[in-house]
């Protein structure tokens, strides 16, 4: 079984800074694709960004430039910097996780969230 914990969420004023933080642990062979989504309150579940396991990343429009997503392949970590926060990227913030347990089953995981409120 895998599981995702994720910390680093908490309140922060318009412009500024956060770094969120989420760790996999488990029966894990491979993870091929890991990153992070987010869901506002009355809106579906959107991309952010995410790490590709042959080194990309894929960021939403909204982010772009603002947002940084690091990956620790050995210690199956990811993380994600928030710069220049605006009060529209207040949400809960999903950690997700695709690949390969130990066993050769595959897995896709999501994490219990972490929120994020930007407001002053």
């Known amino acids: 079984q895998v599981q995702l914990v994720e910390s680093g969420g908490g309140l922060v004023q318009p412009g500024g800074s956060r770094r969120l933080s989420c760790a996999a642990s488990?029966?894990?062979?491979?993870?091929?694709?890991m990153g992070w989504y987010r869901q506002a309150p009355g809106k579906q579940r959107e991309l952010v960004a995410t790490?590709?396991?042959?080194?990309?990343?894929n960021y939403a429009d909204a982010v772009k430039g603002r947002f940084t997503i690091f990956r620790d392949g050995a210690k199956n970590s990811v993380w994600l910097q928030m710069d220049s926060l605006k009060p529209e990227d207040t949400a809960v913030y999903l950690c997700?996780?695709?690949?390969?347990?130990?066993?050769?089953?595959?897995?896709?995981?999501w994490g219990q969230g972490t929120q994020v409120t930007v407001s002053s």
């Open positions: 997700n996780a695709v690949g390969y347990t130990a066993l050769s089953s595959p897995f896709d995981v």
């Open positions: 488990g029966s894990i062979f491979s993870i091929a694709n």
């Open positions: 790490t590709i396991g042959g080194g990309g990343t």
